[in-house]
């Protein structure tokens, strides 16, 4: 561990961000977006109908800080009136043969596939991530999502529950921002395929396009009811997963929120399940790929501005090729390309809200005062919108605040290890356990390391890869229950009581 | 040959000047150097070739790649009026617009490199010419040496030569170094000066990238000028993946000698959209030192065109078609 490095100041090998190539604008038109109105109601019972409240929130594009609509702040009143037109609809959609409900469900991955152009815009806007990112991944796994859970929906005989298993009735699905579009497909496609009926929330910063969704169940023809989306914050969340209607709650968010929730229905009869925080590890041994191990830990901190709970925010990197790995990742980071969300060429987008800016400056201030030595390429922030530069902090030592907080932001902490044994013994101090990384040409060691890692999912010589059947889910604070692949299916079934 | 000990003249002076000294130090140098992960490799590439390049940037992309072009034509069919033409191509690429860069070099068999030195006469475009009994490079090394000196007698000012992938397949790396550094000798002229050499691994028959990577420190070490992928006779020549490695190759040799290497991807490379994803890796993964034709070149012969027919569109604003763009 390096205790208080000396500041050598040795010339990062910068930029080749030259001026003799400089790229030209190469905006995607904020247009393709489609009409987005100004302001929204609720989509209940097949319909949009306007909140019982008045109270509306505001929805900004964090690029510019320009309002881009306002929405409804959902009342205990719209939750009940969301809660019992999916509890009217479930007796009918869960009766459907599974291979009819698996229609509407392709239906559905079809229309998010024809429509790709339009929801990527709209994600970019609402959210702030890159068009790169939400063209080449949001997007396409969204319709993978989609696809692979229409596949299940007549095969749930052979999902390891028995024969005909039984879904479990309304869920209410509580989802963040970092990945709006994408977690709505993680929480309704299994819900839908294995017969519930579901009452969504998006997160108050970006609810465009899981009411943009809603048109899409639409035009799907979906029956009224099946899916029903109610907006609002954190209070219109808590008034849909403490309805006492309500058979099943999925929450993605943190892990305070998360904690609240469990508290809230401990001894119920409410499934609960919850993916929340994280804290990974990426580590770098010696002998690892080096030029695409820095890949590896620049797409697993800065993809998507590091609002990414399973993002590999600590680099754990031996200390025998330190030097020049961060060498490397100094130059890698300097390529990146931090600005407008629109631009195709954009790298890391605006941080989704002036909050979570605040969170990201709070947490790295914290990190400068405990003595860590931060570090950021140059580079231009535009003047309006919320922005933070790509950073990375070395001297980090496991009790500073940057190595233990989540900071959900693109900042990089780095660690030192000597032996695999320490690289385990620091990767898993931690109270979350959510992903892990492992960077080794030697697949013993990948085998050794992973069956001691305390984290849902461990990658090794890859990173943020994705799979709709690949279960994804945490070990201790990062939650409960896994979603994606066969076992995704499970918190959507009843699986104790079965047909005999 | 294997046995004689050699200095790496690639790397004098960088402390790397004796891993050659013998087969085992070369060997344990090669097989030291960082694994490469093909997934990772092939992802970065593909990430890479998103970059959407307009406008101001698409014209000076076009621009530069036909600069950057060695245009070629290697076949058993080639003729003297055919190298004319193409020589007369290359000084003056797009006849109804002057403003046309010229390309880099001309590329031809040995026995035409007179006749192209002559139709280039007056102008700064070298005559690269291949030699080392391209494509398969299956001769004794005296034949090699006696094909390159007869280039480079013949006036070329590049030799791209092949390396004997089968010894580099079955590990005699020593072989491979030292019939490098004899065809680098082989370029010297009378009067001092050499002609540059660009050694071709073929990389499609490499097989691996661990490969790649191998043997494009080895040409380095043994004072290669340009690294390049192909010889544009096999099934699989240049591809981006191999491309970006061999640029993170250039790029580590320089940092660890402070020798800066070319790069020439070769064959395959067709259309605009394919040169703008080479030149972006170039942009991002070497920078301003490497966007230049001293060290980065296009192996090709009918990229030229669909550049030629870009450029039209993006100064008439009209797309013209193949019957603008002269056929040689």
């Not at chain 1, 919108?385 to 780095?414: D, N």
């Not at chain 2, 890796?281 to 870009?310: I, K, Y």
């Amino acid at each position: 561990m390096a205790k208080n490095t000396k500041k050598t100041d040795a010339p990062v090998a910068q930029a080749p961000r030259g001026g003799l190539f400089t790229y030209a604008p190469a905006p995607e038109s904020p247009a393709a977006a489609g009409d987005i109105a100004t302001s929204y109601g609720h989509f209940i019972g097949g319909e949009f109908v306007d909140s019982s409240g008045s109270e509306a929130l505001k929805t900004v594009n964090p690029a510019t800080e320009q309002v881009l609509a306002e929405f409804a702040q959902g009342t205990g009143e719209d939750v009940d009136r969301a809660v019992a037109a999916a509890r009217r609809a479930f007796a009918d959609w869960s009766a459907l043969p599974g291979s009819e409900r698996a229609k509407y469900l392709f239906r559905i991955a079809r229309i998010v596939q024809e429509r790709s152009r339009e929801l990527a815009v709209l994600e970019s806007i609402d959210n702030g991530k890159p068009i790169r990112e939400t063209r080449d991944f949001d997007v396409p796994m969204v319709a993978a999502w989609f696809f692979y859970y229409a596949g299940w929906a007549d095969k749930l005989d052979y999902a390891g529950y028995g024969p005909n298993p039984k879904p479990v009735g309304v869920a209410a699905q509580v989802i963040p921002w970092n990945f709006p579009l994408m977690m709505l497909a993680w929480k309704i496609a299994p819900a839908l395929a294995t017969g519930n009926t579901v009452v969504l929330k998006p997160a108050e910063t970006t609810p465009l396009t899981a009411l943009r969704f809603a048109e899409i169940c639409r035009q799907a023809g979906l029956p009224k009811g099946v899916v029903n989306i109610v907006t609002g914050d954190g209070r219109t969340g808590a008034a849909l997963t403490a309805h006492p209607d309500v058979d099943k709650v999925a929450f993605t968010g943190s892990t305070p929120v998360g904690r609240s929730i469990a508290r809230q229905l401990a001894g119920t009869r409410t499934k609960l399940s919850l993916e929340l925080g994280g804290k990974a590890a990426n580590i770098v041994f010696d002998d690892a790929p080096i030029d695409q191990a820095v890949e590896g830990i620049v797409n697993g901190i800065f993809f998507n501005q590091g609002h990414v709970c399973c993002a590999g925010s600590r680099l754990l990197v031996q200390e025998s090729v330190q030097d020049e790995f961060l060498e490397a990742l100094k130059r890698r980071m300097s390529t990146l390309r931090v600005g407008d969300p629109l631009d195709k060429n954009t790298d890391i987008g605006a941080i989704n809200s002036s909050a979570q800016l605040s969170r990201i400056t709070e947490l790295t201030d914290a990190g400068e005062a405990e003595g860590a030595e931060r570090w950021s390429p140059s580079c231009d922030l535009p003047g309006t919108g919320y922005w933070f530069r790509p950073t990375l902090f070395t001297g980090v030592s496991q009790a500073h605040r940057i190595a233990r907080e989540e900071i959900f932001g693109p900042v990089l902490s780095v660690l030192t290890f000597r032996t695999p044994a320490e690289a385990v013994e620091k990767a898993n101090n931690t109270p979350y356990g959510l992903s892990a990384g492992i960077w080794t040409e030697k697949g013993s060691r990948i085998l050794w390391t992973a069956s001691r890692l305390k984290a849902g999912v461990v990658w090794a010589n890859t990173f943020n890869k994705f799979d709709p059947a690949s279960p994804f889910g945490g070990y201790k604070e990062s939650g409960y229950g896994r979603e994606g692949g066969r076992h995704g299916l499970e918190p959507y079934l009843n699986v104790e009581a079965r047909d005999v | 040959m294997s046995t004689l000990a050699a200095h790496a003249p690639g790397a004098a002076g960088s402390g790397l000047a004796d891993v050659a000294a013998s087969e085992a130090s070369l060997r344990r140098f090669l097989h030291g150097l960082p694994g490469v992960d093909q997934v990772g490799l092939e992802a970065r590439a593909a990430t890479l070739g998103t970059r959407s390049i307009k406008t101001t940037a698409k014209a000076y992309a076009i621009d530069l790649a036909i600069s950057m072009i060695d245009l070629t034509t290697l076949e058993g069919a080639d003729t003297v009026g055919k190298v004319r033409s193409l020589c007369i191509k290359g000084r003056n690429p797009d006849p109804s617009d002057p403003t046309t860069p010229r390309v880099a070099a001309i590329c031809v068999y040995p026995d035409m490199v007179a006749t192209a030195k002559e139709a280039l006469r007056g102008t700064d475009i070298q005559v690269a010419s291949v030699a080392t009994a391209f494509p398969a490079g299956r001769a004794a090394l005296p034949v090699k040496l006696a094909d390159t000196a007869d280039a480079v007698a013949a006036g070329a000012d590049e030799i791209d030569m092949v390396i004997d992938r089968g010894a580099f397949l079955s590990g005699r790396y020593l072989d491979v170094f030292n019939e490098i550094t004899a065809v680098k000798e082989a370029c010297r002229r009378p009067d001092g000066t050499s002609a540059h050499l660009k050694v071709i691994f073929e990389t499609g028959e490499l097989q691996t990238y661990d490969n790649v990577r191998r043997a494009s420190w080895l040409a380095m070490l043994a004072g290669a000028d340009f690294i390049k992928t192909s010889t544009g006779k096999v099934a699989v020549n240049a591809t981006p993946p191999v491309t970006l490695l061999m640029l993170e190759a250039v790029r580590d040799f320089r940092a660890a000698t402070g020798v800066q290497v070319g790069v020439k991807p070769a064959g395959g490379i067709k259309t605009t959209k394919d040169a703008m994803k080479y030149l972006v890796m170039v942009n991002e993964t070497l920078g301003d030192d490497w966007l230049s034709p001293h060290w980065f070149r296009f192996g090709a012969s009918s990229l030229l065109n669909d550049l030629l027919m870009q450029r039209q569109k993006l100064t008439t604003g009209r797309y013209s078609g193949p019957d603008y763009v002269t056929v040689d």
